[in-house]
């Protein structure tokens, strides 16, 4: 009977013993799931070193890619996507690589990029299950683009109330028309400036223009014609173009700050996938 | 009786076959259980933090560039061994990212009675360089502190260049350009002479001319758009100025001659200003293209290619 017991513990003791790599794999993968992404890195990379059979070679480069991912470092993380890509077999691991790899050129902000590979598993007959999946990162594709339009049309599509779809929908209606803006500087200098805000940057504009404009009105009125060609020339026009310029920046710049905040937005409160 | 005899003889003895069978059933199970369990330990055994596999690991890193990983693991190791090879990729891999004084102190622990004593010397001299502190670059070449015997003239190379990266009087000419190999002398020459004779605009000059006629200075310095808008405006604002004082319009023409000595004044001052930058713009041109012809030579140090072979 003892034997017998010696013989159960020897036996499940052998059994249950794991053998290092899968040790090192459990520990590279605790570092990730802790988020200490530069170790993580360091054992993956020491696993695939000593991993002589490329038994986790797969799994490890697409672990790897997630790290560089986690840190920023969107062009290693590519790099081993795509190494880990070569090596899936399973074509739901090829799909999630490759929406890995989108993800990363939404968040490296290389939108056409990520709209090309977009496309390419779009038109891929092996991925007709995954449509809805392909167009909500086309949406997240268009918002990093800064086309809020058309992501509001590509969440939509998926669900026509869509959080991101009533997000998007509200950052273009926020934003201002760049093309408005100027137009109405050009009819009122200074308008665009206070269209967008900028009172009084605005309110200067108008007043340079007042006063260069009634000069060389006033001159031209006068006969003095020269007078008249050089005020408005080296004056005027300058402070006129000038404002229509200096709207045009600041509605762009009124337009990121926008698109900044509603994605800062995202990041905090969105609760489903984000790239 | 003998029957019995017999009968409990073979019932004892195959009794005792019975147990001898067990035995041998059990010492087999015992056995492969054991062996089993001794090849499980062996293969848990295998450490993949031990100081050679860290080595390894270390080596296959810096084999890929991975030189901030490659530094934890060097370091690790050499808590356990002073391998001279390992220290020497260590203190390139700090050199790497640059983390300079460390490699420097690292590069020195291979100066005496290490297989890597020239490289190492070399490798200082090169991260001497690259901290930037001409002077003292030249100072450690004046005193031959630790300069490798063998590659003294590679040395001495890049000593001359600092005198082209400085602002000091450059050595002469045929001394420094006859200290390099006859396919660098041509370029080196080039160089040699543009920091002689560096193309630079004098401010005085640039000043001057704009002060006698507006714009002059600056098309001096190359700045033609420049030179010939500020011409026009101060022009054009001088004659408004000068038409409205004709024509008695005092105030008018008070307000143009204001702008228009404002125009004068500033484009002299531009005008010197616009020279400066010009002479920046040489500088700096000429001080980039040193540093990528150097970094092209690999600042006429050998590349250490057998490290990773």
Redesign the interface.
């Known amino acids: 009977m003892k ?1 017998i017991l ?2 159960i513990i ?2 499940t ?2 059994l249950f ?4 790599l899968q040790r ?1 794999y459990n520990h590279a993968d605790n570092m990730f799931q802790n988020g200490l992404y530069y170790d993580a ?2 054992e993956y ?3 695939q ?2 991993d002589f059979e490329k038994k986790y070679s797969d799994e490890i480069n697409y672990k790897i890619g997630l790290c560089y991912k986690h840190g920023a470092k969107f062009n290693e993380a590519i790099k081993y996507f795509a190494a880990a890509e070569s090596e899936a077999v399973k074509i739901d691991d090829i799909y999630e690589i490759k929406t890995q790899i989108i993800r990363t050129n939404i968040l490296r902000r290389t939108t056409d990029r990520a709209h090309q590979l977009l496309n390419n598993l779009e038109a891929d007959p092996a991925y007709r299950d995954k449509l809805n999946d392909i167009i909500f990162w086309r949406g997240w594709n268009y918002m990093f683009a800064d086309d809020w339009d058309k992501a509001a049309e590509a969440f939509a599509e998926i669900d026509p109330n869509h959080p991101l779809k009533i997000l998007a929908e509200e950052v273009n209606k926020k934003q201002y028309s760049v093309t408005f803006t100027k137009f109405i500087s050009y009819i009122l200098p200074g308008s665009g400036e206070i269209y967008t805000g900028n009172y009084l940057p605005g309110l200067l504009s108008l007043s340079w223009n007042i006063l260069w404009g009634y000069l060389t009105l006033d001159a031209f009125t006068h006969d ?1 014609l ?2 008249g060609f ?2 408005g020339s ?1 004056l005027w026009m300058r402070f006129y173009r000038g404002s229509a310029q200096n709207a045009e920046k600041f509605a762009i710049r009124e337009n990121i700050k926008i698109a900044n905040n509603t994605l800062r937005y995202i990041q905090n409160n969105y609760e489903g996938l984000k790239p | 009786m003998l029957n019995n005899k017999i009968k409990s003889a073979y019932i004892i003895s195959a009794k005792a076959l019975a147990r001898f069978s067990r035995m041998i059933f059990i010492a087999a199970i015992l056995i492969t259980n054991i062996s089993s369990s001794i090849i499980a330990q062996v293969t848990e055994e295998v450490n993949l933090f031990s100081p050679v596999n860290r080595l390894k690991f270390g080596n296959h890193l810096f084999c890929n560039k991975d030189y901030l990983r490659a530094i934890d693991e060097y370091r690790e190791y050499l808590k356990f061994s002073n391998n001279d090879t390992a220290r020497f990729k260590f203190a390139l891999s700090l050199a790497a990212i640059g983390r300079a004084t460390e490699a420097l102190d690292n590069y020195k622990g291979l100066f005496f009675s290490s297989i890597f004593s020239e490289q190492a010397r070399m490798e200082f001299y090169k991260v001497n360089f690259l901290m930037e502190d001409y002077q003292k670059f030249r100072s450690l070449c004046t005193m031959q502190s630790y300069l490798p015997e063998k590659h003294k003239s590679e040395i001495v190379r890049l000593n001359f260049f600092t005198y082209l990266i400085d602002d000091i009087y450059l050595p002469d000419s045929a001394e420094f350009i006859n200290s390099f190999d006859a396919e660098d002398k041509s370029e080196v020459a080039d160089f040699y002479l543009r920091k002689k004779y560096p193309p630079y605009k004098s401010t005085v000059k640039a000043a001057i001319l704009s002060a006698i006629i507006p714009g002059a200075g600056k098309i001096y310095t190359e700045d033609y758009a420049e030179g010939i808008t500020a011409f026009i405006a101060t022009g054009v604002l001088s004659f408004i100025a000068y038409n409205n004082f004709t024509n008695n319009h005092k105030l008018r023409g008070t307000l143009f001659a204001g702008l228009a000595v404002l125009s004068y004044a500033g484009n002299i001052y531009g005008s010197a200003a616009s020279a400066q930058i010009y002479n920046a713009g040489i500088r700096f041109n000429f001080e980039s293209e040193v540093k990528l012809y150097l970094n092209k030579k690999n600042y006429f140090i050998p590349v250490h290619n057998f490290l990773c072979n």
């Open positions: 034997i010696i013989n020897i036996f003791s052998a013993a794991q053998d290092y090192q890195i360091t990379k020491r696993l070193f000593f003095r020269f007078d050089a005020v080296l």
